[in-house]
């Protein structure tokens, strides 16, 4: 039984509506699940709806995808990667472990219908729909953000900007974020629509509002003033090396270049003379006192994100097979405070890093599964096609992103990402 045109089209406004409420992270606080229920989550109830309402085409979709062997592995993998959530939810339980693996199974779950609606909307190019709805995303938030960073410069403090007083470098700061939790949230929807429009400027449509567009919305994410930007500015340069025709090796030399920049400005800080008695700026919530050189000219003291990096090994060392549980770090962190074992300046934040966060959370066990599956998405991008197809060049370049990001955020909980990875699945499909 085939849909209707009309359900096509219902179909498609649902996934674009979803995807531009990805976007608007920062609405709903409720009890207990704080931001962990968004407005996209409600609105993925309409979706659920849909494939209930026209179950007879889904499994027939769902049927033909089971007759694919990868994708039975790539079943097997996202099974092992809950089940393992789980086991350590179990072995180290608490209602915010409970409350992370639900999250998780959620945004799976979404993953797989999401590549299955691509498979429904096969005729109707559904790649490319689901990227211009990344760059209407990109543009809306660009807006707000920006008018919310003139307001709040006239003294208008207001949701979308943050403001940080003696933030590192900048001084007093006003941070576009949005509707985002925090400014490399923003960073990384806005890196997905700057691309998304770079392919659509260059190799598809090559219409100059796409370029204008891309300038635009790069222009506006400087005004969150993170070592993100670096990525923003790496998608640019590969989209012109790709244009040229530039080898494999020069595109990978130029990303390890810009990975190992962006790592070495977010977790460490770089002090001049002048600054060696600025107690604020070593002491604050940026930096974990922690003095890594010194030389009569300058210092290199260690940030939050270092902190980070150094407890998470030390709580994997202490658990190493099953972690201490999903969406227990914070709580580790508390405790490490009360122990004097952690910066009592730092806050209690998440690990900020989905590799390290993994080894902490779920133990060697979910950080194999993680690296197989990092395997596994790149595997799916060959680079015969990525030559003779731009969209799959697109594809990479967002893995790339996405594995960078993961080294100093918790990219799993990204909405955003998860739908890149099912076009990531729906292009080897194809």
Not at 27 to 47: A, C
Not at 158 to 171: A, D, H, Q
Not at 275 to 299: H, R
């Amino acid at each position: 039984m085939q849909p209707t045109e009309y359900r096509i089209s219902f179909l498609e406004f649902s996934l674009y509506i979803y995807i531009l409420l990805c976007g608007f992270q920062n609405i709903l606080h409720l009890p207990l699940l704080e931001e962990k229920l968004q407005v996209s989550d409600l609105w993925f109830l309409v979706i659920l709806f849909q494939l209930a309402y026209s179950w007879k085409t889904f499994h027939l979709v769902f049927t033909k995808l089971s007759s694919f062997k990868f994708i039975r592995f790539y079943g097997i993998l996202l099974i092992a990667f809950l089940s393992i959530n789980f086991i350590s939810c179990l072995v180290n339980f608490s209602t915010g472990g409970l409350l992370d693996c639900i999250g998780k199974l959620y945004l799976v779950s979404m993953h797989v219908v999401f590549i299955a609606c691509c498979v429904v909307l096969n005729s109707s190019n559904p790649q490319g729909r689901i990227f211009r709805a990344f760059i209407h995303l990109a543009v809306i938030i660009s807006v707000i953000g920006l008018i919310g960073w003139i307001l709040s410069i006239c003294g208008i403090e207001n949701l979308t900007t943050e403001i940080y007083k003696g933030y590192p470098y900048f001084g007093d700061a006003h941070r576009i974020r949005a509707f985002s939790p925090t400014a490399s949230f923003y960073i990384s929807i806005v890196s997905i629509g700057i691309a998304s429009a770079l392919y659509e400027f260059i190799f598809l449509s090559k219409r100059n509002v796409y370029g204008f567009l891309a300038l635009l919305m790069s222009l506006v994410a400087v005004l969150c003033f993170t070592k993100s930007f670096l990525f923003i500015i790496l998608i640019w340069i590969l989209f012109f090396l790709f244009k040229i025709q530039a080898t494999f090796k020069y595109i990978l030399f130029i990303t390890v270049v810009f990975l190992a920049a962006h790592l070495a400005a977010t977790h460490f800080l770089f002090i001049s003379k002048n600054q060696f008695n600025n107690l604020s700026l070593l002491n604050g919530p940026f930096a974990s006192g922690e003095i890594l050189y010194k030389s009569n000219e300058f210092a290199i003291a260690a940030s939050s994100y270092y902190q980070l990096k150094k407890t998470s090994w030390k709580i994997f060392a202490t658990n190493p097979w099953w972690g201490i549980g999903p969406g227990n770090f914070n709580h580790e962190i508390a405790n490490l405070k009360m122990q004097g074992n952690y910066p009592v300046q730092l806050s209690n934040y998440d690990p900020h890093s989905t590799i390290l966060g993994a080894l902490a959370e779920t133990g060697l066990f979910g950080f194999l599964i993680l690296i197989v599956m990092v395997i596994f998405y790149l595997n799916c991008l060959s680079w015969y096609q990525i030559k003779k197809n731009p969209i799959t060049f697109l594809l990479l370049v967002l893995v790339l992103i996405i594995g960078a990001e993961g080294l100093s955020m918790d990219v799993l909980n990204f909405r955003h990402y998860w739908i890149v990875l099912s076009l990531v699945i729906w292009n080897r499909i194809k």
